[in-house]
C-alpha cells in the first residue's frame, strides 16, 4: 500500500505541486521577467519553443474533423486483469508485475481485427498505449530490452496496427507516457538522471516517429515533480524537428488538461473521463473509457448504447472530439460485448454521421435535453428524449429556420417569431431511441452565430 500510497500521495502532490509549483514557476517567472525586460530575453517555455512550431490549424482543423477516435490500453498487465501501470506495487507486488512480460503471449491478437472494429464503430483515429507508466514497450525499441520482443510474443505490435490503420484509412496515434515508473534514471529525479531519462525518450519518440510514421503523439503522466516544463518543450521541439504535421496532445508541458497556460506544452486540451466544456476557440478531446478500467477488467461494468452515444454526441456538441477506451484482453481479443457496443455505435453513427464528422459544436451548449452542431447553413438538433410535446430553444440570434426535418426524414412544425424562443413540435414518438437529429436549415451561416448558453 505504501508503493501505492506514495505513487497516490505523488499523484496528488504532483498535482499539488503541480499548483504549489505553478505558484512558485509564476513567482519565478514574475522575478525572472523583470530581469528579462532589462536584458530582453524571452522566458515563456510556450512562447520560446512552440509559437513559431506550432502544428498547423489546417493539421488540426482535419483533426478535429474526424470527432471520434478508438483508445486502447494494453500491455502483459492484462494478465492479472487490474489497472495499467497503477496495479504494479499494489494489487500486484512490483516484482511479479515486472516480470509479467515473460509470460505475455497474446496469440490471438489481430491488428487488422482490431482496426476494423474501429472502423465500424465509426472511429477515425486509433491511439496505442506504446508505452503507459510500467515502461513495458510495445515495439521493439533499442532503448531497453523491457519490450514486446523479449516476451515469448515476439512481434511489433505497434508496427502491425499501425500497418492495419493504413490500410483501412485509419489514422494511426500513439500514447506515449513521460511517467515511466520502471526506468531508472527517471526514479532517481535528479537533474543529472533525468537528462538521462530525456535522452531516452528522445530517441524511443525518435524511434515511433520515423519508423511508424503517427500521426498524432498522446502523452501521459506529466505531473511529477522531476519532469520540467523546460523538458516537455524541449521533447516537443525535437518531435516537430522530425516531423512537423505530427500532431501533439498537452500533457508535456506542466499544465493541467482542460485549459492553456503558460505552463502548458502541445496542441490540444485533454478533459479526462469527463465530456469537456464546450470550448469554440482550443481544439479538445475528451479521453473515456467504455467501462470503468482503462485497461482490461474481467466483468468490469460497460456503459449503455445510450450513454456511449450521447456522449459521443455532447463531446461534439461541445466542439471536442471523442477518444473512446477499449482495454483487449491478455489473448489480444476485444471483448465481444464491447466489439458489439462499438457497432452499435457504428450503426448509429452511418445514419447520422453528417450531424458529427467535420461539424463545429454548438451554437447551443450541450444539456441533458439536447445538444446542437452545425455546419454552413445547418444546425443539427439532437435531442436525447422526448420530455414533452414541444421542445422549446432560445433564440438563434437574429437567424430564421427557413426548413425542419428529422435526418432521417419526417419534417417537424416549429414555431419561431423574429429574435424569440423557437418551439419545436415532436412526435409522439421520436425516430432514434438514444438520439434523434433534427436538421433546421437557416437562412444564414450557422458557423457565425455567437454561442447561446
Ligand atoms: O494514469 C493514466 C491512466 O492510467 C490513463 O492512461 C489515463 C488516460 O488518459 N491517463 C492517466 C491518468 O490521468
Not at 508505452?131 to 516476451?151: E, Q, R, V
Request: hydrophobic share 40%.
Amino acid at each position: 500500500m505504501r508503493n501505492f500510497f506514495i505513487r497516490t500521495k505523488s499523484y496528488r502532490l504532483g498535482v499539488c505541486n503541480n499548483i504549489s509549483a505553478s505558484s512558485k514557476y509564476l513567482k519565478k517567472i514574475t522575478g525572472l521577467l523583470i530581469i528579462a525586460l532589462f536584458c530582453n530575453v524571452t522566458v515563456n517555455a510556450q512562447q520560446a519553443v512552440t509559437s513559431d512550431i506550432k502544428t498547423s490549424k489546417a493539421v488540426m482543423d482535419g483533426f478535429m474533423d474526424k470527432r471520434f477516435g478508438m483508445f486502447i490500453h494494453w500491455g502483459p498487465v492484462t494478465l492479472r486483469g487490474t489497472e495499467i501501470g497503477w496495479s504494479r506495487g499494489e494489487e500486484v507486488p512490483t516484482q511479479e508485475y515486472d516480470n509479467l512480460y515473460k509470460e505475455f503471449n497474446p496469440v490471438l491478437f489481430d491488428a487488422e481485427a482490431w482496426v476494423k472494429t474501429a472502423k465500424d464503430a465509426g472511429m477515425k483515429y486509433v491511439t496505442i498505449t506504446a508505452k503507459h507508466h510500467d515502461g513495458f514497450c510495445l515495439w521493439p525499441t533499442d532503448f531497453s530490452n523491457y519490450n514486446i520482443m523479449n516476451s515469448p510474443f515476439k512481434r511489433d505490435v505497434v508496427d502491425e496496427l499501425a500497418k492495419a490503420c493504413k490500410k483501412y484509412g485509419i489514422a494511426f496515434c500513439v500514447y506515449f507516457t513521460v511517467a515511466d515508473w520502471h526506468d531508472a534514471d527517471y526514479s532517481k529525479k535528479t537533474p543529472e538522471s533525468m537528462k538521462v531519462f530525456v535522452s531516452r525518450m528522445e530517441n524511443e519518440l525518435k524511434e515511433i516517429i520515423t519508423r511508424y510514421k503517427p500521426y498524432m503523439l498522446w502523452f501521459d503522466g506529466n505531473w511529477e515533480e522531476q519532469w520540467k516544463l523546460e523538458h516537455g518543450a524541449e521533447v516537443y521541439k525535437f518531435i516537430k524537428s522530425l516531423d512537423k504535421d505530427v500532431i501533439v496532445n498537452n500533457r508535456l508541458g506542466k499544465g493541467d488538461h482542460y485549459s492553456f497556460s503558460s505552463a502548458s506544452v502541445g496542441d490540444y486540451l485533454t478533459p479526462e473521463q469527463k465530456i469537456g466544456d464546450l470550448n469554440m476557440n482550443d481544439p479538445w478531446e475528451s479521453c473515456i473509457t467504455i467501462c470503468n478500467q482503462w485497461a482490461w477488467k474481467p466483468n468490469d461494468k460497460m456503459k449503455s448504447l445510450k450513454e456511449c452515444i450521447q456522449t459521443l454526441v455532447k463531446t461534439a456538441g461541445g466542439n471536442g472530439n471523442l477518444l473512446f477506451n477499449v482495454g483487449p484482453m491478455m489473448d489480444g481479443r476485444i471483448e465481444a460485448r464491447q466489439t458489439e457496443r462499438l457497432k452499435e455505435m457504428g450503426d448509429w453513427l452511418n445514419k447520422y454521421g453528417a450531424s458529427i464528422y467535420g461539424t463545429k459544436g454548438g451554437p447551443y451548449k450541450p444539456n441533458s435535453a439536447y445538444a446542437a452542431t452545425r455546419k454552413g447553413n445547418i444546425v443539427y438538433l439532437h435531442v436525447f428524449e422526448r420530455i414533452a410535446d414541444k421542445l422549446v430553444l432560445p433564440a438563434l440570434g437574429n437567424a430564421a429556420i427557413k426548413k425542419a426535418y428529422f435526418l432521417d426524414g419526417d419534417k417537424v412544425s416549429f414555431v419561431q417569431s423574429k429574435n424569440s424562443q423557437i418551439e419545436i413540435n415532436l412526435p409522439a414518438v421520436l425516430p432514434n431511441k438514444v438520439s434523434s437529429v433534427i436538421v433546421l436549415e437557416l437562412d444564414k451561416n450557422a458557423e457565425e452565430l455567437a454561442v447561446i448558453k
